[in-house]
């Protein structure tokens, strides 16, 4: 039989750190907040990523905000409903971004000054019309649905706080996604997915 196996072939790893040595560790590095030792990801680098993805989330809030203001038109109205429900959710993503850079001990970056250049996502333009407004949107939701899966992979086991964090964001963003995609082709009469 393989050493650190048991008869079965399984490993015999311990199920769960001794209770007394996690209330040693916990008092030991009480200075450290909610990054405890078994944290392993690099907590500074997190905090990194995270300001680019408060930023993303804000310049989205703003940007669906101006547009549910700024559209105009007969059909604007569901349209425009759509674009401020969209922007109270990206807040939401904002403030529960920030929270998670505030748990790791950052403080989170809401200064105008650079957020557009922390963001994956562009701010836009007002003076479009309904129909750019939603391609807009669209084209935002694509880039933050990409970048959310790739920083998924990133963190994986190394942070499973933040990793489940972006995951429920994730949910939301493909939802809008969709939604943009629908109101597209209810606005230009034509399916843009292929079946």
Request: hydrophobic share 35%; net charge negative; aromatic share 6%.
């Amino acid at each position: 039989m393989a050493k650190g196996k048991n008869k079965s072939g399984k490993s015999k790893k311990p199920f769960l750190t001794d209770v007394k040595m996690l209330r040693d560790r916990a008092r030991k590095h009480i200075d450290t907040g909610a990054v405890a030792s078994s944290y392993i990801g690099d907590v500074n680098k997190t905090i990194e990523i995270l300001q680019s993805v408060l930023a993303t989330e804000i310049v989205c809030t703003l940007r669906y905000q101006m547009h549910a203001i700024a559209a105009q038109g007969i059909s604007s109205e569901g349209v425009k409903d759509e674009f401020a429900t969209h922007a109270k959710e990206e807040w939401g993503h904002a403030t529960e971004v920030a929270e998670r850079i505030n748990q790791l001990g950052g403080s989170p970056n809401f200064s105008p000054a650079g957020i557009l250049t922390r963001s994956a996502s562009e701010y836009g333009k007002q003076e479009l019309n309904l129909v750019d407004m939603i391609k807009e949107n669209l084209i935002a939701e694509r880039i933050a649905v990409d970048h959310y899966r790739e920083l998924i992979r990133y963190f994986g086991n190394d942070d499973p706080t933040t990793a489940h964090m972006i995951k429920g964001i994730l949910a939301v963003e493909e939802e809008h996604a969709n939604d943009m995609h629908d109101l597209l082709v209810a606005h230009e009469g034509q399916p843009m997915l292929k079946k």
